[in-house]
């Protein structure tokens, strides 16, 4: 009996012994845990990101030639497809014909301008001319009529005379008539060449667009990139906008971690950053805090949610938060959009 009862005592010491052990190591979890929170802000809640763009087409047409595979990389400027040009070349010909044809009447209608003008010119001294001589002519008809009347002169002199200024005053109007039809055909000539320069201009614009939309047919990458979801054969017909392939940036990912709200207190642009990839857990890459949202992720999703409505349950937001990754690090050009990671903020 007493065996057994000595046995019973022992296994209560242990069982105590155990939970204070068990108390022990929870409060140094708790104080480690809390001394921890004071110098990091962590979370899991975040992955790899890049810019990322579909490439489409600007116009309708075939596909010619494809020049780029799946997870081909590539630089900006480099030709990933060109579509069948023949109805563009041609459009782009008719363009530069119609543009010559406008040239062409602009140069004849300033010549026929500059015809007129000099014609306006001669019109002109013709006038001034006649004027000179018509008041010469009225001089003499005055000094003609003193002198017809103290014998100095005969009456046929004086007719002769009179005779003249009446020729005179008829060619000055006539020449006054034909300076004016010259005036209002300068003026038309002038407005003529106007609309002779805007036709030119309209027509240099349209081979400028049939120019603009020959270089459509020559799809290129907008940035050095890789190529994914391939999307194009030869002999296709594509849309306009139909998505051929997307690009993904490799010169630059960064790291979008969402942090809760509550956390964001103590962090601030600038501070440094420990991150760890799932899928090199053995590696660790430094970075820093670049930006912050402007709104919480949920405010950015297809339907935000609306607290004034229905019953209200508080939810902990998470606000994205932008951080650049050291680009020196050996493991960065293996890094993949979209990874996880865990990244832990130093205080």
């Not at 899991?44 to 490439?55: E, G, L, N």
Request: charged share 25%; aromatic share 6%.
């Amino acid at each position: 009996m007493k065996t057994k009862g000595n046995q019973k005592k022992k296994v209560k010491a242990k069982s105590k012994l155990l939970v204070f052990i068990l108390l022990g190591v929870g409060i140094l979890g708790g104080i480690l845990a809390y001394l921890h929170s004071l110098r990091y802000e962590t979370t899991d809640d975040a992955q790899m990101d890049t810019d990322i763009t579909s490439v489409s087409s600007r116009i309708t047409g075939f596909i010619a030639e494809v020049y780029f595979e799946d997870n081909a990389v590539v630089q900006a400027g480099d030709t990933l497809l060109i579509l069948d040009d023949r109805e563009l070349v041609l459009k782009e010909a008719q363009a530069e014909t119609a543009l010559e044809n406008a040239l062409a009447l602009l140069g004849s209608t300033r010549e026929n301008t500059h015809s007129v003008e000099q014609a306006g010119g001669t019109g002109s001294l013709r006038t001034e001319e006649l004027r000179i001589r018509l008041e010469n002519s009225k001089k003499d008809l005055e000094r003609y009529k003193k002198m017809c009347s103290s014998g100095s002169a005969t009456q046929q002199q004086l007719d002769k005379i009179r005779t003249e200024k009446e020729t005179l005053e008829k060619q000055l109007e006539a020449s006054l008539l034909s300076e004016k039809e010259l005036h209002s055909k300068i003026g038309a000539a002038t407005q003529q060449i106007s609309v002779s320069e805007t036709l030119v201009k309209q027509r240099r614009l349209e081979l400028e667009y049939a120019q603009l939309n020959h270089s459509y047919a020559y799809i290129t990458a907008p940035f050095n990139g890789v190529v994914s979801k391939k999307n194009a054969v030869k002999g296709q017909l594509i849309q306009t906008g139909q998505p051929l392939c997307a690009i993904i940036a490799t010169d630059n990912v960064w790291v979008t971690a969402n942090f809760k709200e509550t956390q964001l207190r103590n962090i601030r642009e600038g501070m440094k950053v420990n991150v760890k990839i799932d899928a090199f857990p053995d590696k660790e890459l430094e970075g820093k805090i670049a930006s912050f949202s402007s709104a919480t992720g949920s405010k950015f999703s297809l339907i935000p949610p609306d607290n004034a409505s229905g019953n209200y349950v508080k939810v902990v937001q998470r606000v994205p938060v932008h951080i650049d990754l050291d680009k020196t690090n050996p493991i960065y050009p293996r890094i993949k959009p979209g990874m996880n990671v865990s990244v832990k903020v130093i205080l």
